[in-house]
């Protein structure tokens, strides 16, 4: 079990907190659902109107970092301006992440892409400042959707 960390990443679902949970666990080695604390009885309080069973407290760690999430109805989404950085070791461990969690089309540029919750994450190589130096190589990243190493290596 990962120590908790004095900050945490905190993920707001309208109601797929417990989908979100079992889907990343299963994409990230070193990874698993540390607890969940469900919404009470509706019945309780009128607040929890069509929330009972739903996630009011999730704890998981991905990769051996700790996370909590909710389910908290629709008033917040997620966008690209917050994302969660993938440092992979090679282009077999790129092209892993990306099949697993790329599933928006438009939103894939320069390593970004958006999975099925809308959650943003960057699948780069580790060495991604090295494949970087040079205008041509830039200009190389600008143009790719998903990373591909050789072509970064070769520009």
């Not at 999430?69 to 092209?95: H, K, M, Y």
Request: proline share 5%; with cysteine.
């Amino acid at each position: 079990m990962a120590e908790l960390s004095a900050i945490q990443p905190c993920l707001w679902f309208d109601d797929q907190a417990r989908a979100a949970m079992a889907f990343y666990v299963d994409v990230f080695p070193n990874s698993g659902i540390t607890r969940i604390d469900e919404y009470p009885d509706e019945s309780l309080d009128e607040h929890f109107a069509g929330m009972s069973g739903k996630v009011l407290n999730g704890q998981f760690t991905l990769n051996g970092v700790a996370f909590v999430c909710l389910d908290g109805g629709p008033l917040f989404t997620f966008n690209e301006s917050i994302s969660f950085v993938v440092s992979c070791a090679d282009q077999a461990e790129i092209d892993h992440y990306w099949s697993k969690l790329s599933s928006v089309p438009e939103s894939e540029q320069c390593g970004w892409c958006r999975d099925r919750f809308g959650v943003s994450w960057q699948i780069i190589p580790s060495n991604m400042g090295e494949l970087t130096r040079r205008p041509e190589q830039i200009q190389v990243m600008m143009r790719q959707k998903k990373i591909v190493i050789a072509e970064l290596e070769n520009a």
